[in-house]
Nanobody, 123 residues
Framework: QVQLVESGGGLVQAGGSLRLSCAASRRGFWRYYVGWFRQAPGMEQEFVAAISNTGSNTYYGDSVKGRATTSRDNAENTVYLQISSLKPEDTAVYSC????????????????WGQGTQVTVSS
């Protein structure tokens, strides 16, 4: 079993940027695609980004496309998500997850999840 731990969330002003980290507890994380999802209060969980195991392929949700970059350091068992030009509507709990199978844009395709990190964007 693998544990995923997100960090880097916090309070930021609109227009600012944040870099979130997702650290895996076990070796072998490099074998897996990793996704990022977010959930705002009262909203459905939303796909944000995903990255292939080598980092050569990335995928972004429409709401962050052009503002987000996901990357990874497999030597450190860590995946990153940077979002710039933050907006109040980016406020949510951001979670990373290990991809298992299926559509990378679908939360049902992921098996292990972190506990999430809160991002709050003030206007």
């Amino acid at each position: 079993q693998v544990q995923l731990v997100e960090s880097g969330g916090g309070l930021v002003q609109a227009g600012g940027s944040l870099r979130l980290s997702c650290a895996a507890s076990r070796r072998g994380f490099w074998r897996y695609y990793v996704g990022w999802f977010r959930q705002a209060p009262g909203m459905e969980q939303e796909f944000v980004a995903a990255i292939s195991n080598t980092g050569s392929n990335t995928y972004y949700g429409d709401s962050v496309k052009g503002r987000a970059t996901t990357s990874r350091d497999n030597a450190e068992n860590t995946v990153y998500l940077q979002i710039s030009s933050l907006k109040p509507e980016d406020t949510a709990v951001y979670s990373c997850a290990r991809y298992k199978t299926g559509n990378v844009y679908s939360r049902g395709s992921y098996d292990y999840w972190g506990q999430g990190t809160q991002v709050t964007v003030s206007s």
